[in-house]
């Protein structure tokens, strides 16, 4: 009896190993299935400043899509203020269909004041059910950038100031920075510089500007500075609209009833010609058909008669 | 003297009554046998081949074809075009032959009609399958600049259309009465199919006049129409100032390929139809030498703008079009040409000329030959001019340079001429293929006439 005792208990204790094992096995793989479920994330973190008004941070959520890395979109991205934590969440901002998530940060940068006026920011997708948590952390100095457009004897020159922006300490030129100046086109920006100029010690530079650049109707022009995607400072914009431009004359050809114009302007004698013939055509077509009528119709009178 | 005058009378009666019976019973619409059910099983695997395929190219885009920025148009529109120039066989035979009263011209007007619409139908479907969003297909009618040719084109086909179906179905009409009343052992729908379409149509005189006067008008209105259907499809390629399309040429070159290649149909399918339904008394040797005869013809005038189309700029050899004749003399394309202009033309021409030739199994072969020709000929019409840009792409893409119709690409095309095929075969196995009231009436004026 002792013996059956002795065994049962033995087999008893190798089944509870067995299972703890095995539950160990699998409930170590579900979780494992589960983090391999999701899938892991490349993110990318812009600091904006448009006109030292505008401010954004941007996120680029990308994952990778059979060789290549495509956007993630309507994802969540959690945008922080020096650290991780609840008090310091700037906004959470959703990716559209490229990926690209957009939080303006315009109105909580106002409210901050700090002498060096340095800024840490972290973008992170966190708990995601699709996506792994990952994070992203960039240092911008806060800076100012500045477009100033110079007409001199029918010469012009625009001139970009670069420095420092602090609240409580004095403003500081930021010397040799790469600048560029551009013209708004209507498909993208035309570069006017060189594309290598740097500021100088007074953190400035000055550019001719062409006086032969085709403008909008009244001549108006967007010239555009630009330091783009600095380490330090992020990237700066300065835009603004001047009459430099060549006033756009629009081909009044345009309005005219010519065979290459748009249909409204179909010249009168395409209209009469083609609308006559099809009118023509289709007129003889309905007058067959209403003979077809009219045989049915003496069909059926025929019919009646006999 | 008077009984004797009666017998006769009553005897040319009974002998017409006779004949009229032999010919309903000769050219009734018959069920398919044991050839016309795999003939009509193939076309339709054909057919569902290429709509899969063209599903596909739906749901995936045109990349699935071998389409690219230089061969923006393929087989695709080298089909349409063919389809277009077939199409035109309803007018040379319904319309012009009619009006220049030629007598022979009878047994073959129905099945040429057919045949245009089956053509037609499917030109108007081949433009909707090139294109890459055919959900805006009504945007063409919706939005359409007059000043377009391809606005023209689409105003011209539907009209072409229109009077085709009508210049089938007026003719139809005694027919449709002789089947309404006389074709027994037909199911009910197919019994009442034929009443409605006859119109209660009774062979009154005033019905008679009317459909004869409808005729001669569809007559007059489809050969302007038929030019224009062709010529305006020739402008959407010679309104360019592209290599191989800048020519004032097109239009009669393109008009006069589409009647020798419609000429060429109309011969296949007498052949066909005399060989499987036993049609030898109506499809005689007679209509083939004439039909052959047409058809030198036609060949030697499009032969004529041939010499036209490639002459006078191999002459002159300016920089822009060298490329094109040399691609085509010469080049890349040399075989093809070569091939459809001598088997396709010349060939056709030497045969046809001899009367032995004339006989219908070498007229046959000649018809095919001509068909497959011609479809071969809008392939070189249309693609080697696009491989060869007047503003070429810098650092273009090597695949760009080379046009190769993809197996989707070939599905879909032969799904469209096996399409067409089924519209010819779904209408004759119902309408005879041959105006059998016209027939009989002929024959009856040509007994009366014999009588006197």
């Known amino acids: ?306 | 003297m008077k009984s004797q005058l009666e017998t006769n009378h009553k005897l040319a009666n009974d002998k017409a009554v006779t004949r009229a019976e032999q010919i309903q019973k000769d050219l009734w619409p018959r069920k398919f046998g044991l050839y016309g059910k795999i003939w009509v099983g193939v076309l339709l695997v054909i057919f569902i081949t290429g709509t899969v395929c063209y599903i596909d190219q739906i749901r995936n885009g045109l990349h699935i074809t071998g389409l690219g920025n230089y061969a923006t148009w393929g087989i695709y529109i080298s089909n349409f075009v063919f389809f277009v120039a077939i199409s035109l066989v309803g007018s040379l035979i319904s319309a012009i032959l009619k009006l220049a009263k030629v007598p022979w011209r009878t047994p073959l007007t129905r099945i040429s009609e057919m045949i245009a619409i089956a053509a037609i139908i499917f030109a108007g479907l081949v433009i909707i399958v090139d294109m890459g969003r055919p959900d805006r297909v009504m945007n063409i009618i919706l939005y359409a600049r007059l000043q377009s040719p391809i606005t023209w084109d689409v105003i011209v086909i539907s009209t072409y259309l229109a009077i085709s179906i009508l210049f089938l179905y007026m003719p139809l009409l005694p027919d449709l009465a002789i089947m309404r009343d006389r074709f027994k052992g037909i199911p009910a729908w197919q019994h009442k199919l034929y009443k409605r379409m006859a119109l209660g149509w009774n062979n009154g005189p005033k019905q008679k006049l009317i459909l004869a006067k409808s005729e001669k008008m569809l007559a007059i209105l489809i050969i302007p129409v038929a030019f224009g259907i062709h010529t305006v499809t020739s402008w959407l390629f010679a309104t360019t100032v592209r290599p191989g399309w800048d020519s004032s040429n097109f239009g009669p070159y393109f008009v006069s390929g589409a009647f020798m290649v419609g000429a060429g149909a109309v011969i296949a399918a007498m052949y066909i139809f005399r060989k499987f339904y036993k049609l030898e008394n109506y499809f005689t040797d007679f209509h083939f030498d004439k039909m052959g005869k047409l058809l030198v013809l036609l060949s030697l005038i499009y032969l004529y703008f041939n010499i036209n189309e490639y002459f006078v700029p191999a002459y002159k050899m300016k920089s822009i079009e060298s490329e094109h004749i040399e691609a085509l003399f010469t080049g890349a394309y040399a075989p093809m040409f070569w091939s459809v202009q001598i088997l396709g033309m010349i060939i056709p021409i030497i045969v046809l000329l001899f009367k032995k030739g004339r006989k219908p199994k070498p007229m046959f072969i000649i018809a095919i030959l001509v068909i497959i020709g011609a479809w071969f000929k809008r392939y070189l019409i249309v693609i080697p001019t696009l491989a060869h840009p007047l503003i070429p792409t810098d650092r273009v893409q090597e695949k760009w340079l080379h046009y190769g119709p993809t197996f989707a690409e070939w599905a879909i095309t032969g799904a469209t001429l096996a399409g067409a095929l089924l519209i010819i075969t779904a209408l004759v196995r119902f309408f005879p293929i041959i105006p059998m009231e016209e027939i009989i009436e002929e024959g009856e004026i040509e007994n009366n006439s014999k009588d006197s």
Do not use: C
């Not at chain 1, 059979?66 to 969440?89: A, C, H, I, M």
């Open chain 1, 1 to 306: 009896m002792k013996l059956i005792f002795k065994i049962q208990y033995k087999q008893a204790t190798k089944l509870f190993f067995t299972l703890l094992l095995i539950g160990s096995v699998f409930s170590s793989t579900t979780y494992a299935q589960e983090n391999d479920q999701k899938k892991k994330v490349r993110l990318s973190l812009d600091y904006n400043n448009t006109n030292n008004i505008t401010r954004q941070l941007v996120t680029i959520v990308k994952t990778k899509i059979g060789r290549s890395y495509r956007g993630v979109s309507n994802t969540e991205v959690y945008f922080y203020l020096n650290q991780k934590s609840e008090s310091n969440l700037l906004g959470v901002s959703t990716s559209n269909n490229k990926g690209v998530a957009v939080l303006d940060i315009s109105k909580a940068i106002a409210k901050i004041v700090d002498s060096t006026f340095t800024f840490t920011f972290i973008t992170a997708i966190e708990n995601n059910s699709d996506y792994l948590n990952k994070s992203k952390k960039i240092t911008i100095q806060e800076s100012k950038f500045e477009l100033n457009l110079i007409e001199k004897d029918s010469s012009y020159t625009a001139q970009i100031m670069l420095s420092t922006s602090s609240p409580t300490q004095a403003v500081l030129p930021l010397e040799d920075v790469n600048v560029k100046l551009y013209v708004e086109r209507m498909f993208g920006d035309l570069l006017i510089s060189e594309g290598h100029e740097s500021t100088n010690e007074n953190g400035v530079i000055n550019f001719d500007f062409p006086s032969d650049l085709p403008g909008k109707e009244d001549g108006n022009l967007t010239i555009i500075a630009k330091l783009e995607d600095d380490d330090d400072y992020g990237t700066l914009v300065a835009k603004t609209d001047m009459a430099w431009g060549v006033p756009l004359i629009i081909n009044e050809k345009l309005d005219e009833r010519e065979l290459w114009t748009a249909r409204a302007n179909t010249p009168i004698y395409l209209l009469v010609l083609i609308n006559g013939m099809i009118l023509g055509v289709w007129g003889s077509i309905a007058y067959i058909i209403l003979q077809i009528f009219k045989i049915r119709k003496l069909g059926k009178l025929e019919k009646l008669t006999v």
